[in-house]
T-cell receptor, first 116, second 114 residues
Framework: DGGITQSPKYLFRKEGQNVTLSCEQN?????MYWYRQDPGQGLRLIYY???????QKGDIAEGYSVSREKKESFPLTVTSAQKNPTAFYLC???????????????FGSGTQLSVL | AQSVTQLDSQVPVFEEAPVELRCNYS??????LFWYVQYPNQGLQLLLK??????LVKGINGFEAEFNKSQTSFHLRKPSVHISDTAEYFC????????????FGKGTLLTVNP
């Protein structure tokens, strides 16, 4: 089945530690996104990438980093600079390109990150 | 700038009752509107979207929404809900066309009781 796989489902971070959330897709989508979801706050965009080896900051990029070395993969690192990392993190993907505006976003099942 | 307001954070209803989840938006240009659903501990799925044309949009699972430009609203409706419709529903607006410009509302938790 085509889709997006996020791992792990639950992750715990110690003070001062960097942690990396995995996101893999086999939908052959060019664009990938990371969102942060806090209770009652909706989704906020952290980073997005529309092509391999290129990515852009979203609305709340501080304390996070990403890479896009392969089309299928878009890992997110939550660094120690992110002082309030506890949240549900969602990865998504979509088509881009000529005629592909307002495309449906396909989401993974999310990773719940908590601070120890 | 664009924004989305979902007027109700929680909506409890009984099974087989009708439901309306309200969404208002603001934007200085033409908009594209979406409703996504999130089941517990899962990602979001697209229910329906309005890009142009007919203002009444039908989606999956029996949901529909009506775009009202004068009232800047895009309310979601279902005539008869099931227990399985219990989920969080997000309205989203995009005035730029590119997906990374999508702005989500804060969500409405629909709880369907037997």
């Amino acid at each position: 089945d085509g889709g997006i796989t996020q791992s792990p489902k639950y992750l715990f971070r110690k003070e001062g530690q960097n942690v990396t959330l995995s996101c893999e897709q086999n939908l052959n989508h060019d664009a990938m996104y990371w969102y942060r979801q806090d209770p009652g706050q909706g989704l906020r965009l952290i980073y997005y990438s529309q092509i391999v080896n290129d990515f852009q900051k979203g609305d709340i990029a501080e304390g996070y980093s990403v890479s896009r070395e392969k089309k299928e993969s878009f890992p997110l690192t939550v660094t120690s600079a992110q002082k309030n990392p506890t949240a549900f993190y969602l990865c998504a993907s979509s088509r881009v390109g000529r005629g592909a505006t307002n495309e449906k976003l396909f989401f993974g099942s999310g990773t719940q990150l908590s601070v120890l | 700038a664009q924004s989305v307001t979902q007027l109700d954070s929680q909506v409890p209803v009984f099974e087989e009752a009708p439901v309306e989840l309200r969404c208002n938006y603001s934007s200085s240009v033409s908009v594209y509107l979406f409703w996504y659903v999130q089941y517990p501990n899962q990602g979001l799925q697209l229910l329906l979207k309005y890009l142009s044309g007919s203002t009444l949009v039908k989606g999956i699972n029996g949901f529909e929404a009506e775009f009202n430009k004068s009232q800047t609203s895009f309310h979601l409706r279902k005539p008869s809900v099931h227990i399985s419709d219990t989920a969080e529903y997000f309205c989203a607006v995009n005035s730029g066309g590119s997906n990374y410009k999508l702005t989500f509302g804060k969500g409405t938790l629909l709880t369907v009781n037997p």
